[in-house]
């Protein structure tokens, strides 16, 4: 049996979910050739012709490769209370964002679905002006008043404080009591020409085997986040791999059909055919 290549973050989260299968201990599993990449390079290396066999990538970026790739009903990453924040210096009404300046992490990311999906509810005649910075730069950049917001993710959540800066809106929360439903945000993909079923199993059964050795993957997981304490890399593994990562289940797919099909509508995505993501 040929080896299967494949492509997922260094964060706890997925370090986690694939550390069984990668090291060889799912029964019947091919063995896996892995890259490990931020989010932003998997999404781009699902566009390409030549690209790995499965990877993991934004759920934002999802209606790009959907002829190519099918989503997986497992090993991805759906959340509650993990949304991202919309931070001002000083106070500014949502409206005001009309004439202002935004950054955001990336365009191809749920957290760009979600402030434009809120956006269009909140900040009539759209939001003035986006400026795409390095997550890590977006604070200083409002603190220091080069932009007029910024959208932050992970761990900016609890450190917003030490900037000086307001929490202007919870993407997540408003998400959450709008839809009831979770934020979709990483999804396992794999090309269609592949045996989706078999796969879906290797990867279930690697979730399995995490949680039920869950000291198993921990020199694997701390190995690819040396810059994380171990307390810090758990709490990131309990709040990412949940149920959901085990199977996506009727909640977990009306969670991404809402999401990207409202972002369709909005035009923040190519319209596509909805029954494409169950057909994995």
């Given at each position: 049996?040929?080896?299967?290549?494949?492509?997922?973050?260094?964060?706890?989260?997925?370090?986690?979910?694939?550390?069984?299968?990668?090291?060889?201990?799912?029964?019947?599993?091919?063995?896996?050739?892995?890259?490990?990449?931020?989010?932003?390079?998997?999404?781009?290396?699902?566009t390409k012709s030549d690209s790995m066999e499965i990877l993991k990538i934004s759920y934002a970026?999802?209606?790009?490769?959907?002829?190519?790739?099918?989503?997986?009903?497992?090993?991805?990453?759906?959340?509650?209370?993990?949304?991202?924040?919309?931070?001002?210096?000083?106070?500014?009404?949502?409206?005001?964002?009309?004439?202002?300046?935004?950054?955001?992490?990336?365009?191809?990311?749920t957290a760009y679905l979600l402030f434009r999906l809120w956006a269009a509810q909140h900040v009539?005649?759209?939001?003035?002006?986006?400026?795409?910075?390095?997550?890590?730069?977006?604070?200083?950049?409002?603190?220091?008043?080069?932009?007029?917001?910024?959208?932050?993710?992970?761990?900016?959540?609890?450190?917003?404080?030490?900037?000086?800066?307001?929490?202007?809106?919870?993407?997540?929360?408003?998400?959450?009591?709008?839809?009831?439903?979770?934020?979709?945000?990483?999804?396992?993909?794999?090309?269609?020409?592949?045996?989706?079923?078999?796969?879906?199993g290797w990867v279930r059964s690697s979730v399995e085997y995490a949680w039920a050795n869950p000291?198993?993957?921990?020199?694997?997981?701390?190995?690819?986040?040396?810059?994380?304490?171990?307390?810090?890399?758990?709490?990131?593994?309990?709040?990412?791999?949940?149920?959901?990562?085990?199977?996506?289940?009727?909640?977990?797919?009306?969670?991404?059909?809402?999401?990207?099909?409202?972002?369709?509508?909005?035009?923040?995505?190519?319209?596509?055919?909805?029954?494409?993501?169950?057909?994995?």
């Amino acid at each position: 049996m040929r080896n299967l290549s494949i492509a997922y973050s260094p964060c706890p989260n997925d370090t986690f979910v694939f550390h069984a299968w990668a090291h060889g201990l799912i029964p019947n599993a091919p063995a896996l050739d892995v890259t490990y990449a931020d989010i932003d390079i998997t999404n781009y290396l699902a566009t390409k012709s030549d690209s790995m066999e499965i990877l993991k990538i934004s759920y934002a970026a999802l209606p790009w490769v959907l002829s190519e790739y099918a989503l997986l009903p497992c090993g991805g990453a759906l959340g509650r209370g993990c949304g991202p924040l919309l931070l001002t210096k000083g106070e500014i009404n949502p409206q005001d964002l009309s004439s202002r300046r935004v950054a955001i992490p990336s365009e191809r990311s749920t957290a760009y679905l979600l402030f434009r999906l809120w956006a269009a509810q909140h900040v009539p005649g759209g939001v003035g002006e986006i400026v795409i910075l390095p997550f890590d730069q977006i604070m200083p950049a409002v603190r220091d008043g080069q932009v007029d917001a910024g959208l932050v993710i992970h761990e900016a959540r609890f450190t917003y404080p030490v900037y000086g800066l307001s929490l202007m809106a919870d993407m997540g929360e408003w998400w959450e009591e709008d839809t009831n439903l979770p934020i979709p945000l990483g999804a396992i993909i794999a090309r269609r020409s592949l045996d989706l079923e078999a796969i879906s199993g290797w990867v279930r059964s690697s979730v399995e085997y995490a949680w039920a050795n869950p000291e198993a993957s921990r020199k694997y997981v701390m190995h690819h986040a040396q810059e994380l304490s171990p307390e810090v890399a758990q709490a990131h593994i309990n709040l990412y791999v949940n149920e959901f990562t085990a199977n996506l289940g009727e909640k977990g797919y009306a969670a991404i059909e809402s999401l990207l099909g409202r972002s369709a509508e909005e035009g923040l995505v190519p319209k596509f055919d909805l029954s494409l993501l169950r057909q994995g």
